[in-house]
């Protein structure tokens, strides 16, 4: 019993100096090098600056209060409202401030690292690779006593230091900015006004951006020229806003820029307001023949508060694709040889009415009958109209599809169709497979036969020949008779 007494005595005084420890715990000093976490969301990749605007004060032995910092640009002790609020610190002071602060006056801050007791304006700055628009943010750490988070803090207190989070508003750019090319345009004839469209999305801009900037640029690198006269529309959230960009050509690049009132006027529009939509067309040129028509479009966005610190987005390109059967087919005669000189027109209805080129063979282009920048989704006819001297015109006419087409950022392969029929009255298909973009083909899969006048075939019959000898030697008979008679008479 006895060394139970002794065991419940010394828990009796463990508990007992615990007690005493707890007390001398809570009472320990507020002191200038008090600090908390603090972690900011939504902000990868990203370089962070703390500007400290309050300050805390401290006299003998506790705390006694806020104080405006010098980069505040206020002086004095900081009051608060009747709701606890700081007085002053409000979004306009906000606005303000981070127009006028630089880089040099901040403190560089990693995410869920510690600052000392006061308030702190935190400003976001994408690294590369980030295409995101920050706003400032306040972040506060305090010392709070049963609840009370301002007023005097000592020794004796029973206090506790703590922090507000923060979560950094922000408006993503990447994504946003897009280019496409009208989808029955993609494969298009040279000559042939194919639409751009270009979308993006004004960032939600807060009065801490000076003069903001949202530029967009259009680059045609090949084969397309801009084709103005068909009129250019600009809107923003489904509104002409025409008068509020500055549109200007230069060479081959369209500058579209936005004013900077206008974009400020948008900060607290919708994501729908602020969506920017812009149309134009160009047409294509013989150069996307041998390779694709490609046109780009880059962004040129504000990216930090104050004025400047610009950036400017990755290209974004679309392409246009115009196609071509350049010796699928090839001319010869009737052994086999290569024939130059016959004439080829090329029609894009069955009635063979719309002509929308003509092509000669050539000795120096070894018999090919070529056509080129044509439009993948027609449907093409191929007659020969002139043959060579001495040749008859072979009357076949040639069907022409484009299929299987495989797109590949420029470049393509696809396969050309030709269907005909024969002599004997049987369709006939071939089939060039995997024809690639801008090349010609190095085997006709099949070849147009023209015949020489003298080697026409046999109708059957006997024909008028033997009839114009027949008469011919008649009359021959008839006059040899007629000069011999009048001999006899003259005796």
Do not use: H
């Not at 009747?82 to 901040?106: C, M, Y």
């Not at 294509?284 to 610009?310: C, F, H, K, Q």
Request: aromatic content about 10%; charged content about 20%; hydrophobic content about 35%.
């Amino acid at each position: 019993m006895n060394k139970f007494k002794k065991f419940f005595a010394v828990l009796l005084s463990l508990a007992m100096v615990l007690g005493m420890s707890v007390t001398s715990f809570a009472a320990a000093q507020p002191k200038p090098e008090d600090s908390k976490e603090v972690t900011i969301e939504n902000v990868d990749n990203t370089t962070l600056k703390a500007y400290q605007i309050i300050d805390a004060k401290y006299a003998g032995a506790g705390f006694v209060g806020y104080e405006w910092t010098t980069l505040s640009g206020k002086s004095g002790d900081v009051a608060f409202d009747k709701d606890g609020d700081v007085e002053g610190l409000n979004s306009a002071f906000i606005t303000d401030l981070a127009k006028t602060v630089t880089e040099t006056d901040g403190v560089e801050f990693t995410n869920g690292n510690k600052l000392e007791v006061g308030t702190w304006m935190i400003i976001a700055t994408p690294n590369d690779g980030n295409e995101t628009v920050y706003n400032p943010m306040i972040v506060s750490v305090y010392y709070d006593v049963n609840g009370i988070q301002a007023g005097n803090v000592s020794a004796s207190d029973n206090w506790t230091i703590k922090s507000t989070d923060a979560y950094a508003k922000s408006s993503d750019i990447t994504g946003t900015v897009d280019k496409e090319v009208k989808e029955e345009d993609k494969d298009a004839a040279v000559g042939s006004d194919v639409q751009f469209t270009l979308t993006g999305t004004i960032p939600s801009y807060s009065a801490e951006y000076v003069n903001p900037v949202y530029t967009l640029k259009d680059t045609i690198v090949k084969g397309l020229e801009y084709n103005t006269a068909k009129g250019i529309t600009i809107t923003v959230g489904g509104k002409d806003a025409a008068a509020n960009c500055d549109a200007t050509q230069n060479g081959n690049t369209y500058t579209f820029a936005f004013d900077s009132a206008f974009i400020s006027s948008l900060a607290a529009e919708s994501e729908a307001d602020r969506a920017v939509v812009i149309t134009y067309y160009a047409t294509v040129t013989e150069e996307a023949i041998t390779a694709a028509g490609e046109n780009n479009v880059t962004l040129e966005y504000s990216r930090e508060p104050g004025e400047g610190g610009t950036a400017e987005t990755a290209p974004k390109t679309e392409y246009t694709y115009t196609f071509g059967f350049d010796g699928v087919l090839n001319k010869v005669d009737g052994d086999g040889n290569i024939l130059a000189g016959a004439t080829f027109t090329l029609y894009d209805d069955e009635e063979l009415t719309n002509a929308v080129g003509t092509y000669t063979t050539t000795d120096s282009n070894n018999d090919k009958i070529v056509f080129n920048g044509l439009d993948a989704d027609k449907t093409y006819y191929l007659k020969e109209t002139a043959a060579p001297a001495g040749y008859t015109i072979n009357e076949t006419v040639y069907t022409v599809t484009f299929e299987n087409i495989k797109y590949n950022k420029g470049t393509a392969t696809y396969d050309v169709k030709v269907t005909y029929t024969d002599a004997e009255g049987t369709v006939v298909t071939k089939n060039a497979a995997d024809v690639t973009y801008g090349q010609s083909v190095e085997s006709p899969v099949d070849s147009v036969v023209n015949l020489t006048i003298g080697s026409l075939p046999s109708t059957g019959g006997i024909g008028t020949t033997i009839f114009t000898i027949g008469g011919c030697a008649i009359m021959i008979i008839a006059a040899g008779l007629f000069f011999a008679s009048r001999r006899r008479s003259v005796k």
